[in-house]
Nanobody
Framework: QVQFVESGGGRVQPGGSLRLSCDASRFNLDYSTIGWFRQAPGKEREAVSCIRSDSGRSFYVDSVKGRFTISRDKSKKIVYLQMNNLKPEDTAAYYC????????????????WGQGTQVTVSS
């Protein structure tokens, strides 16, 4: 099964920033939606942000609005998640997945998860 490759995670202090990258080069991104999701220990995987591959229209969960920005480089087939003003509650493994062109930004509509990249926000 084709999977994404996520990278860019690490440990930062509260208020810090990270930029995650999702290598989607193995996928045909036409008419698709790429999403960033996260999963903390003992919790379900939840949506963070999604972007329509063709239009660039983006969606964010309320908890990250104003702090996170999703973007894509169509030529390189990379989807980024810029995370600013990180909080301890952002600590999780972050994954990217692919859905259809009209998929709502919810995990059950996405698949082809990669191995994830760990983000730890702690002082």
């Amino acid at each position: 099964q084709v999977q994404f490759v996520e990278s860019g995670g690490g440990r930062v202090q509260p208020g810090g920033s990270l930029r995650l990258s999702c290598d989607a080069s193995r996928f045909n991104l036409d008419y698709s939606t790429i999403g960033w999701f996260r999963q903390a220990p003992g919790k379900e995987r939840e949506a963070v942000s999604c972007i329509r591959s063709d239009s660039g229209r983006s969606f964010y969960v309320d908890s990250v609005k104003g702090r996170f920005t999703i973007s894509r480089d169509k030529s390189k087939k990379i989807v980024y998640l810029q995370m600013n003003n990180l909080k301890p509650e952002d600590t999780a493994a972050y994954y990217c997945g692919i859905g259809s062109e009209e998929s709502p930004c919810y995990r059950t509509h996405f698949g082809s998860w990669g191995q994830g990249t760990q983000v730890t926000v702690s002082s």
